[in-house]
């Protein structure tokens, strides 16, 4: 299915392929995310999700960022918006590459190696990670594993979406409005913190927000897997947004009235 795709997009590859990292201003060593134009700035979180998979499953990184390159190419099929046709040009000669890097160690299909490792990637972070955790890991993790289903639809026909799998991504799907963020100020950053973060107001704040020592701790039950035994445990939260979020959902709901 790879192979039909890259054909169909040979001519765009030719025409594009004379252009050097220089001409495109693309630094040696920046990844994908960080060059993609504003008008399909949509395909960050999934070359976000294939930077973060790579070392693990190059495979399943490289057929991320091939689905990042059809989108690209669907959504601009001319190439006319700023940067596009530059970006195009990077991400499919990083993609020709990778192509015979990673096909070289393919054991299985592509279809079959991506929804192994979504099972796997589900259980390892999804499932078992929900009990240690910060919130912003399990969000970004929560995107990874919504990209990774998204992709497997381009490719496995519905009937051909193994039951444990559907049931996974239902839970996935789940979890998004949990772990979505919606806070002005980001109580876990990831980086750099914002200036506004080193307020003594802020910090003050902040630490209130995070006492919960006196708070009883949410319990959850059984997770969608294999296993018949019931499951409950205690899961740790990080301040009283997150508390009142697990207790009453209060996030989700109001997700669904924006």
């Known amino acids: ?4 795709y890259k054909v169909a997009y040979t001519v765009l590859y030719i025409q594009l392929n004379k252009l050097t990292s220089i001409e495109l201003g693309v630094e040696p060593g920046m990844v ?3 060059v993609v134009p504003s008008s399909i700035a949509v395909l960050v979180p999934i070359l976000r999700a294939a930077n973060e998979i790579e070392e693990e499953n190059p495979r399943v990184a ?8 059809k989108k690209a190419h669907s959504m601009d099929p001319t190439s006319s918006g700023p940067g596009v046709r530059q970006f195009k040009c990077y991400l ?3 993609l020709e590459k990778e192509e015979e890097l990673t096909a070289r160690h393919a054991l299985r299909t592509d279809a079959r190696e991506l929804q192994t490792y979504y099972q796997h990637f589900y ?3 999804i499932r078992d990670g929900e009990f240690n955790q910060r919130p912003e890991e399990m969000a970004k993790n929560v995107q990874i594993a919504t990209v990774l289903y998204e992709v497997l639809k381009t490719m496995v026909s519905p009937q051909n979406i193994e039951e444990k799998t559907r049931r996974y991504a239902e839970d996935v799907e789940h979890k998004r409005g949990r772990y979505e963020h919606y806070n002005i100020l980001p109580l876990y950053a990831v980086g750099v913190k914002p200036a506004i973060m080193e307020l003594p107001e802020i910090k003050a ?3 209130a927000l995070c006492n ?5 701790m949410p319990i959850i039950h059984a997770r969608p897997d294999d296993s018949t035994v019931p499951m409950e445990r205690l899961k740790e939260v990080n ?5 009142i979020a697990f207790v009453f959902g209060f996030q989700v709901r109001i997700r669904c009235h924006t």
């Open 123 to 125: 259980e390892k972070k």
């Open 205 to 207: 704040a902040i630490a």
């Open 92 to 94: 499919l000669h990083k």
């Open 1 to 4: 299915m790879i192979i039909g």
């Open 212 to 216: 919960v020592d006196n708070l009883p």
């Open 62 to 69: 490289y057929l991320c960022r091939f689905h990042a390159f």
């Open 239 to 243: 301040d009283i947004l997150d508390w």
């Open 32 to 34: 994908d995310s960080e």
